[in-house]
């Protein structure tokens, strides 16, 4: 696995099980300008895996809403946010996704 940070883009974990990609953006964008938002999901439920990924058009953004957000609530559930660290191919994830740009 790739130790890589990618500072422009957030790992968003603690998400509640119903939460949405759209959700994401809609949060997110107060902070900062959101070029895509995501939600894992369970493939036998279709319900959040709870965690998300929001990747922000400049590393400021994220840093912003990093500082700003971490452990603030969504759906009553606590958000804990860390940069995202770049993935391998072998590793992707089944996500509902949306290009938000």
């Known amino acids: 696995m790739s130790e ?6 957030l790992f968003v974990g603690n998400l509640h099980w119903n939460v949405r990609w759209q959700w994401l953006k809609e949060f ?5 300008e959101v070029v ?12 959040s895996r709870w965690f998300g990924f ?4 400049n590393e400021a ?3 912003k809403a990093k500082q700003e957000a971490n452990e603030q609530e969504l759906e009553g559930r606590p ?9 391998d191919e072998s590793e992707q994830e089944v996500t509902e996704a949306e290009v938000v740009a």
């Open 79 to 87: 958000m804990y946010l860390d940069f995202a660290r770049a993935r």
């Open 61 to 63: 953004d994220a840093i």
């Open 4 to 9: 890589n940070i990618e500072t422009n883009k």
């Open 28 to 32: 997110f964008g107060q902070r900062g």
């Open 36 to 47: 895509y938002a995501s939600v894992a999901l369970d493939r036998e439920t279709n319900r």
């Open 54 to 57: 929001v990747t922000f058009e």
